[in-house]
């Protein structure tokens, strides 16, 4: 396949390192140190004792990659404006444009499912429309990750989970069309996992719930994920996990998601600084919206009580709000 990562940091560049080494015809937008290193020396992937280096085209201008079978996205939900403004050159009818990232996309309420109650106002996901006219629903795949990478220097990234990388790919509208089949036979050579999912709204709720209820907490505190096992803290994500299933159960999403595997005393909270604090601490835009805000919009549409996911919203948004980082 002829693929264009959109967005090759440490998630983009891990896949696109993969899916090149897989004989793919793989290239790359990316900006800055990383892009010319990747330019003068190939991508590099360290995952586990392994080393791949993979030359692949990079560019900051998609117009100079020309059109792609599958645009796989891994910006940010704060950062697809710029996808949007540029991404046009990379498509033909037929390209498929996988938007995988944190929280809601901003394409959820198209192609829902005639039992699930209709999604709340989400255009604050997508500014004017512009990725709706740019990329359209026909177009559009939905994608949730599950991997942990880190770019080690410009052109090199690596790997931390090399037993844990995920990509779930899904139309829409959840049917199982013969261009979701090949794309996930292609993740699937290349070494990235890619089960079949019936529900790709139910992947994005699960993985959702991390971030909803504890990285956020993670954010207010400025602190680690391992302070998600403090026994104060424990109760008040737990608190928020139980509304964050609620909302989610009431727009059709029952999730299995026991509540003493997510935070138990068995769980083992790794030593990390999640991507909204990162951002956070970093003076990068961040993804309040998709992540807090939107969520809480389903609950509201559907008359859920969320006393402390209320109280989490206000704190965050403030948090942002100070540093210019978002906009309500």
Known sequence: MRICVFGAGAIGGNFAARLAAAGNEVSVVARGAHLEAIRARGLTLLTGDKKIVAPIQASDRPADLGPQDVVISTLKASSLGDLAESVGPLLRADTQVVFAQNGIPWWYGAGLAKDRPKAPDLSRLDP??????TVGFDRTLGGVITTSNQVVEPGVVRNISPDRNTLWVGEIDDSQSPRIEALRRTLIAAGIA?????????????????????STVCLILRQPNTIQGTPVVNKLVRRAHAEALAIAAANGVVLDDDPEVRYGPKRVYPDHRPSILQDYELGRPMEVEAIVRAPLAFARSAGVETPT????????????????????
């Open 128 to 133: 004017g429309g512009a990725l709706a006219k």
């Open 194 to 214: 890619s089960p079949a999912t019936r529900d790709i709204r139910y992947d994005i709720w699960h993985k959702l719930m991390a971030n909803l209820t504890g």
């Open 309 to 328: 996911l209320d109280a989490i919203e206000a704190i965050c948004v403030s948090l942002a709000e100070s540093k210019g980082l978002y906009a309500s």
